[in-house]
């Protein structure tokens, strides 16, 4: 569960940042059985509304084996109206076979038994079986940020309409640039990437605790010499040469996804879970968080760099045995919900901040996916 923090070589961060997304496109990808979807007329249930909240009441969802990670993470999907405004517009797929098959469909399917069901909760058994077929084995506790990467791939894959997945990439994307610039010719490199979360670390290069979420930030960003076994091949040198690595912000998407790397691997490979005390606020500027020489940006693009936080999926436990559950703001009534399987009560922002964490206590609820939202988003249409 979990990447690796702490003790790594931090010549290794923009690959180790890169490789989420495309380790969950990949595995996504090398399934060969493609999901089709009609090339003729545009089906939609007629009765799905498109707005996961909380108009009729708060739904869970029931756990059927293990499934907590699963049912936090798409809770944080649902309670997004922009989110689900792409979802509604969707082509079903025209067969059964497909159907069963085709995940964002399937996704819908749920979400319309949320809306229209008067029940307290709803089993997403049918859903998970659907993602069995793409290799995301059933019963099993699984991490939540992979988790994520996978069941947005699989989206992106199966909606077939180029805008939708030109709008999917709006809200969850980001874009930064990676810079490579040789310490003796002076010789520079540049390359733009994006990813889906921002991998944060909880702990320095020499294991020393970062206080914040802000210190996260900035320690993801800084700038690191690489020397000795990092060097790098320089072409103009035509050799091995010192490099200063780094890499900038460009630009950041309407939903922000943070994923704090609170698991860490021990010299005896032994999956270690980091519980310490590790404060997020709920109105982030990363305009104001990061340098001038750790963003790529004009200043029409870092004025929309202003965040609240919408979500928190917070892990309670030890890494080999563990329990999810999610801490969401409604987007229409501005309160905070727990989202604790099949139970889901109103709370309050001090019992979200119980997820900041405490190393003393095992069980306590630790904040693992952070989820902020633009505080003016462009208006949907």
């Known amino acids: 569960m979990g990447q690796r923090s702490g003790r790594q070589e931090r010549s290794k961060k923009l690959e180790l940042a890169l490789s989420e997304t495309m380790k969950a496109g990949t595995e996504v990808q090398n399934n060969k059985e493609e999901v089709e979807e009609p090339k003729a007329k545009d089906q939609r249930p007629t009765s799905v509304f498109g707005v996961a909240d909380l108009k009729n009441g708060a739904i869970g969802l029931y756990n059927v084996g293990q499934t907590c990670c699963l049912n936090s993470v798409l809770q944080v999907f649902f309670m997004n109206i922009h989110f689900t405004g792409i979802l509604r517009r969707i082509t079903v797929p025209p067969h059964d076979a497909q159907k069963r098959r085709n995940v964002p469909y399937q996704m819908l399917l749920l979400l319309e038994e949320m809306q229209c069901g008067k029940q307290k909760a709803v089993s997403p058994l049918d859903f998970a079986c659907c993602l069995s077929a793409y290799q995301v084995k059933l019963f099993v506790q699984h991490d939540a940020a992979q988790l994520f990467l996978t069941i947005w791939n699989l ?227």
């Open 155 to 381: 989206i992106k894959r199966q909606m077939k309409k180029p805008e939708l997945v030109e709008d999917l990439n709006d809200l969850y994307a980001i874009c930064v640039q990676e810079h490579l610039a040789c310490q003796k010719c002076s010789f520079e490199t540049k390359r733009n990437s994006s990813m889906l979360t921002l991998p944060l670390p909880v702990l320095d290069s020499n294991s020393r605790i970062l206080r914040t979420l802000e210190d996260s930030l900035q320690y993801f960003f800084r700038p690191e010499q690489l020397t000795d076994h990092n060097m790098c091949f320089c072409e103009h040198c035509g050799r091995k040469t010192p490099f200063l690595q780094s890499m900038k912000l460009v630009h950041l998407p309407q939903t922000l996804t943070i994923h704090l790397k609170r698991f860490c691997f021990k010299k005896s490979a032994y999956i270690h879970k980091l519980s310490h005390y590790l404060p997020f606020p709920q109105d982030l500027d990363f305009s104001a968080v990061l340098t001038k020489n750790q963003c790529q940006a004009d200043d029409h693009e870092k004025a929309a760099w202003q965040y609240e936080l919408f979500a928190v999926v917070a892990h309670s436990g030890s890494t080999s045995y563990g329990h999810y559950c999610a801490y969401i703001r409604s987007m229409t009534e501005c309160q905070w919900y727990c989202f604790n399987d099949s139970e889901v009560c109103q709370v309050s922002w001090d019992d979200v901040k119980c997820t900041y964490g405490h190393s003393n206590l095992l069980w306590g609820q630790t904040a693992y996916l952070l989820i902020y939202m633009k505080k003016h988003p462009r208006s949907l249409t």
